[in-house]
Nanobody
Framework: QVQLVESGGGLVQAGGSLRLSCAAS????????IGWFRQAPGKEREGLSC????????YYFDSVEGRFSISVDNAKNTVYLQMNTLKPEDTAVYYC??????????????????????WGQGTQVTVSS
């Protein structure tokens, strides 16, 4: 059974840091692009960052560039999102998802969400001011 499980969310003060994990089971994170997304209340889901498990190339959306860092540990079949200098507007449910690595990381990350075929259940991140 293919499954993605996010963890690491929680409550943090503005300026603080969190590291989210996305653990894959039922398949190997090989030749995949893994993306992190978030959805705040009343807003559409937005992309944050992606990484290729094949060659490690990354892409960041402007909203998180310089503050968030994505990484993959193929041995642990896990992708991480290190989030620094958190702001109250970062409050959202954070999701990871996988797509087939058939094009560039940037193209997949900025393309339609239907390219991502497996999704986790999400983890809540709340940043207090």
């Amino acid at each position: 059974q293919v499954q993605l499980v996010e963890s690491g969310g929680g409550l943090v003060q503005a300026g603080g840091s969190l590291r989210l994990s996305c653990a894959a089971s039922g398949f190997i994170l090989d030749k995949n692009i893994i993306g992190w997304f978030r959805q705040a209340p009343g807003k559409e889901r937005e992309g944050l960052s992606c990484i290729s498990s094949s060659d490690g190339t990354t892409y960041y959306f402007d909203s998180v560039e310089g503050r968030f860092s994505i990484s993959v540990d193929n041995a642990k079949n896990t992708v991480y999102l290190q989030m620094n200098t958190l702001k109250p507007e970062d409050t959202a449910v954070y999701y990871c998802a996988t797509a087939v690595d058939w094009t560039t990381t940037q193209a997949t990350c900025t393309g339609p969400e239907y390219e991502f075929d497996y999704w986790g259940q999400g983890t809540q991140v709340t940043v207090s001011s």
